[in-house]
């Protein structure tokens, strides 16, 4: 059974950083592109980063230079590493395949706030 466990929000102030985890299972993790999503409050669920199995990385301009996605495939795990973090980062992140193919775990809370 696919199953994400995303781990490693919390409270930051702006400016900050903060790197989230996404442990994996039930999936070919190393052949797959893993992606990292958020949902805002009262907005709809959208890409932040990408990373495909030959470590190729793509990201949504709001997160461009700020963000980096990165990859363990022995650990089955994708990270973000998120750093001058912004107001409007707040929300909820998610992991899953770049198809989203796959149920989503609980997510992890980013609250920024001064």
């Known amino acids: 059974q696919a199953q994400f466990v995303e781990s490693g929000g919390g409270l930051a102030q702006p400016g900050g950083s903060l790197r989230l985890s996404c442990a994996a299972s039930?999936?070919?993790?190393?052949?797959?592109?893993m992606g990292w999503y958020r949902q805002a409050p009262g907005k709809q669920r959208v890409m932040v980063a990408f990373i495909s199995s030959g470590h190729l990385t793509n990201y949504a301009d709001s997160v461009k230079g700020r963000f980096t996605i990165s990859r363990d495939n022995a650990k089955r795990t994708v990270y973000l590493q998120m750093n001058s973090l912004k107001l409007e980062d707040t929300a909820v992140y998610y992991c899953n395949d770049d198809a989203a193919a796959i149920p989503w775990g609980q997510g992890t809370q980013v609250t920024v706030s001064a």
């Open positions: 039930g999936i070919l993790f190393s052949l797959n592109t």
